[in-house]
């Protein structure tokens, strides 16, 4: 099925905008915004802007993040047509999850989050997104099933647990952040994967990669992560648009079988 078509059995507002979105840009790349410094971030959407559908954000890595940073974001995600999602893994008990989530929708539109705590922390959730400061806005969260970096903890017991969850909860879950093909069959998530890069390997704290066309064609991306093979390019613009163009290209192949 195409993105567009899957919209059609999205139960999340936010999952249906992201691949109503996808199809419109023709784009399933959303950059990891790691960097250093709030400049350097302002200049790499500027550029990149046009050829994603996601920005994936960690709000505290910015040593001067303040609510004003936030309001720029969603000037700029405006501006170009793309969606913020804050990588913050909440992983916290259903009453602080509430608290995290909702201050974190003052901007983003999508957080991700680790369902260690179970039910009740998406109960907070469900909490959060009823008091959202514009509750008719798309929102929703990306719950972590499987992990990319080497010897994480999460069990196949974990993960299947997690796709349980995201059924039960279907109307606040955009997706999964997941490695391999989903355990469920429902098109209307998002199978979010970070771990992409041209050169498949890793780093030295344990990430681990895999081709942009491996996390289409054979692990079941739909959105694709990434971050350094992007940001740390010397011409970001022009490594997004390629990055953009090899993973578009994977999908549409990925869709014509
Ligand atoms: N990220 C991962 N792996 C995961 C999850 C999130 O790498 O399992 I969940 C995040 C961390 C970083 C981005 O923000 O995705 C990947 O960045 P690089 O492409 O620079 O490795």
Redesign the pocket.
């Not at 970070?194 to 890069?197: H, Q, W």
């Not at 992560?225 to 093979?229: D, E, L, S």
């Given at each position: 099925m195409t993105f567009r078509e899957r919209s059609d059995h999205a139960q999340n507002h936010l999952a249906r905008s992201i691949l109503v979105l996808m199809e419109q840009k023709k784009s399933n790349l959303c950059v990891?915004l790691?960097v250093p410094t709030w400049e350097e971030a302002v200049r790499i959407l500027q550029e990149v802007g046009e050829y994603v559908v996601v920005v994936?954000t960690?709000f505290d890595t910015f040593p001067d993040w303040s609510p004003a940073r936030g309001e720029q974001l969603k000037k700029l995600a405006a501006l170009h047509s793309f969606i913020i999602v804050e990588?913050r893994?909440f992983g916290d008990i259903g009453n602080i999850i509430k608290s995290q989530i909702k201050a974190v929708f003052g901007w983003a539109q999508g957080a991700?989050m680790h369902t260690i705590c179970g039910e009740g922390s998406l109960e907070g959730v469900r909490m959060a997104v009823e008091e959202a400061s514009d509750p008719s806005l798309a929102r929703g969260v990306f719950l972590?099933s499987?992990?990319?970096?080497a010897e994480?903890l999460i069990s196949a017991q974990y993960t299947k647990k997690t796709t349980e969850l995201a059924i039960q909860y279907s109307s606040l879950v955009t997706g999964l952040?997941a490695?391999n093909p989903l355990l469920l069959k429902e098109p209307g998530f998002v199978q979010l994967t970070?771990?992409?890069?041209s050169k498949p390997g890793g780093?030295n704290l344990g990430?681990k990669?895999v081709t942009p066309r491996d996390a289409v064609l054979l692990k079941g991306g739909d959105l694709i992560?990434?971050?350094?093979?992007i940001?740390q390019s010397p011409d970001p613009k022009d490594a997004a648009r390629k990055m953009r163009n090899e993973l578009w290209n994977a999908y549409a192949e990925r869709v014509s079988d």
């Open positions: 990891a790691d994936k960690h990588d893994k991700t972590v499987e992990l990319s970096c994480n952040v490695q970070p771990g992409v890069s780093d990430q990669y992560v990434v971050g350094r093979a940001t």
